[in-house]
């Protein structure tokens, strides 16, 4: 059960750690070369739009960057203890 728990904790960690590394790069994109990224999204991501977007990602991008680093040695070292 616990197990099952922290594959579900790991997957979803690592899934959104991807979606948001992928706006990050998108919106840093789109604030360096905003002719092609607002082309690719029809307009949709404008170069403020993206340098908000890009302020504003910083914070979660870390907190789950030091989840997923830190997730896997905090588990080993909660069953070290636990088993002694």
Do not use: C, D, W
């Not at 919106?27 to 999204?41: D, F, K, M, N, R």
Request: hydrophobic letters at 50%.
């Amino acid at each position: 059960m616990a197990q099952t728990r922290r594959k579900i904790a790991e997957t979803t960690i690592h899934s959104s750690l991807l979606v948001l590394t992928l706006v990050y790069l998108v919106s840093g994109l789109g604030i360096t070369q905003y002719h092609i990224i607002e082309t690719l999204t029809l307009g949709l991501l404008t170069k403020n739009l993206a340098f908000v977007l890009h302020e504003n990602l910083l914070t979660p991008f870390i907190v789950l960057l030091l989840a997923h680093v830190l997730l896997s040695p905090a588990v080993r070292i909660y069953t070290h203890f636990r088993k002694h």
